[in-house]
Antibody, heavy 121, light 111 residues
Framework: EVQLLESGGGLVQPGGSLRLSCTAS????????MSWVRQTSGKGLEWVST????????YYADSVRGRFTISRDNSKNTLYVQMNSLRAEDTAVYYC??????????????WGQGTMVSVSS | QVVLTQSPSASASLGASVKLTCTLS???????IAWHQQQPEKGPRYLMK???????RKGDGIPDRFSGSSSGTERYLTISSLQSEDEAHYYC?????????FGGGTKLTVL
């Protein structure tokens, strides 16, 4: 079964850091671009970041550029996002998503179940 | 930059059909999109990729009741024989150079 499983969410103080992980199974992880998407309570989906299948190129939303770093370990079938200088407005459920192809510019065809990040003092 | 516009809400009766719309901003009529469903308290689920010519490719296990079509800058999701479990938010997604874009979503209520 094709599956994405996020972990690492939790409560963190403003200015703090957190690293989320997304473990993939059921497909050849190293062949696909991967992304993080977030959703604040009761609101819509917001793209956060995308990484090419080999990890050479990264792309970020303006709201997180310079604070978040996306990475992957293809030997472990795992996607990461390191979130630094966290703000209250980063509070959201974070989903990882698989691209339909190796291209970064493509549909998301598999989603994880999400992990909650709360930034509060 | 491309923008996707969706109506905030829609409703239809159990067993009926409904057509949801996602509108691409002017000048982007050749863009493909994807439709995603998000049921309450769940993560999104990919429904289909929909191209400008109306052709579409559905995700694994998506029922035949779900179909897509296109006209100009409009992308449609039609759900027939509505069931209670179709009550959900529906989001469209597209992609441009180095960026992903989502519409604001449509909350579908099944009456």
């Amino acid at each position: 079964e094709v599956q994405l499983l996020e972990s690492g969410g939790g409560l963190v103080q403003p200015g703090g850091s957190l690293r989320l992980s997304c473990t993939a199974s059921g497909f050849i992880f190293s062949k696909y671009a991967m992304s993080w998407v977030r959703q604040t309570s009761g609101k819509g989906l917001e793209w956060v970041s995308t990484l090419t299948y080999g990890g050479e190129s990264t792309y970020y939303a303006d709201s997180v550029r310079g604070r978040f770093t996306i990475s992957r370990d293809n030997s472990k079938n795992t996607l990461y996002v390191q979130m630094n200088s966290l703000r209250a407005e980063d509070t959201a459920v974070y989903y990882c998503a698989k691209s339909d192809s190796g291209d970064v510019e493509d549909a998301f065809d598999i989603w994880g179940q999400g992990t909650m990040v709360s930034v509060s003092s | 930059q491309v923008v996707l516009t969706q109506s905030p809400s829609a409703s239809a009766s159990l067993g009926a059909s409904v057509k949801l719309t996602c509108t691409l901003s002017s000048g982007h009529s050749d863009y493909a999109i994807a439709w995603h469903q998000q049921q309450p308290e769940k993560g999104p689920r990919y429904l289909m990729k929909l191209y400008s010519d109306g052709s579409h490719r559905k995700g694994d296990g998506i029922p035949d009741r779900f179909s897509g079509s296109s006209s100009g800058t409009e992308r449609y999701l039609t759900i027939s024989s509505l069931q209670s479990e179709d009550e959900a938010h529906y989001y469209c997604q597209t992609w441009d150079t180095d960026i992903q874009i989502f519409g604001g979503g449509t909350k579908l209520t099944v009456l």
